[in-house]
Structure formats: C-alpha cells, structure tokens
C-alpha cells in the first residue's frame, strides 16, 4: 500500500489522506483538497479511486466529494447523520451511497482491511498500523465541542473509545488537522484522551 499525505485548503490546511492498493485502487479519506490534486496523484499513480472515507460531515473535510464523485464513481461513506445539507455540514444524504454502519465493522479491499469504529457522531479508521481519527483525536489534544452538533459528553465517549481501541502503541495516529502522533504517545501525555478534561 502506499500512503499520499494531502492538504487540504487555505485557511485551514485539513489532513487528507489518498491510499492505494497494490493493484492500483484507491481510496481518499477525507477529500479536503481540490479534486484535480486528487485526478492528479491518481494518473500518476495509474490508480482509480473506488471509495471516498469520511470520518464526519464538517465543510472542511468533504470539500471535493462531489466533484470527486462525479469524475470517478466512487462510492462516499459517511454517517448519514451528517448529511444535513447546511452551512456546517454541507453533504446531503443522495451523496451517500454507503452510510457507516451504527456499531463497529470492517471493509475490506484489495489486500487492505480497514476497521471502523462509530463514535457518536463521526467514526475512526485503522488500517494496518494507521490510525485515521479525522476531528476526534489530535496531538495533544482533541477536536472541538463548540461548533454546531458538538458536544463534550459525546467527545469524552469517543475518546474513551479510542483509549481502548485494540490497537499497539506503535500505531501512527493521522488526526484531521496539525501534527501526526502515535496512539502509545497519545495514551500516556494527552490529557483529553486520559480521562483528565471534560
């Protein structure tokens, strides 16, 4: 597999990430950036885009998915309850094609597994040794309660969740924004994972 770092645009530079199997299928986590960045590691890849992940609904972090969608065919994951079609959440749920399921579940493509677990409002994606935890989990930190349809309740659950995952603390930790980290780093220094916020 390869791995593709992308950013996403100005003001607020969104991590995304473009994955491509060794057969050359391709999957984009998060499409913050302009769709021709994407058209355009994936002819240089000679990859085609098969599935658009989004771990949630906010504008910065599904600004091509249409358009995306519309050059490729690839099928769009999300949880249909961000599919609001407002200002914060601009995706409608006819975008959609295979909404997240309520509970924990696996996708497989290619020689990758993805696992995807559901936490109240958005999910977190590990694929081997990765960690895609989009506004959830951050270096240090964690994503914010204060935007519309945040809540500190359901950010204390999740992170909980995340604390626990199955997963070794060698595992690269890809948050939505800011530096990359390790799940072990995060584990023994962030306080909002550690239970000591909120």
């Known amino acids: 597999m390869k791995l593709i770092h ?35 590691q994936l002819k240089e890849n000679n990859a085609t885009l098969t599935d658009i992940f989004l771990t949630h609904g906010h504008y910065d972090h599904v600004g091509s998915v249409a358009a ?5 065919g690839a099928k769009v994951h999300m949880d ?9 959440y601009p995706l409608t749920p006819d975008l959609i094609d295979a909404p997240w399921p309520a509970g924990n579940s696996e996708y497989q493509m290619d020689e990758l597994t993805f696992r995807i677990w559901h936490t109240p409002g958005r999910v977190v994606i590990a694929c081997g040794d990765q960690l895609f935890s989009g506004d959830t989990l951050f270096a240090g930190s964690c994503g914010r309660v204060d935007l519309p349809g945040g809540s500190a309740a359901d950010m204390q659950r999740s992170l ?25 780093q995060e584990r023994r220094s962030n306080p909002y994972l550690m239970g000591e916020v909120f």
Do not use: C, R
Request: aromatic share 8%; glycine share 6%.
């Open 68 to 72: 995306l969608k519309k050059a490729t």
């Open 160 to 184: 909980a969740l995340v604390a626990d995952l199955p997963l070794p603390d060698e595992t690269t930790v890809y948050p939505g924004h800011e530096s990359f980290t390790t799940l072990g």
């Open 6 to 40: 992308i950013h996403g645009v100005w003001p607020l530079y969104t991590n995304t990430f473009l994955l491509i199997t060794a057969v050359g299928h391709a999957v984009v986590v998060d499409p913050a950036a302009e769709a021709e960045t994407y058209l355009a």
């Open 80 to 88: 249909l309850a961000d599919a609001k079609g407002d200002q914060m």
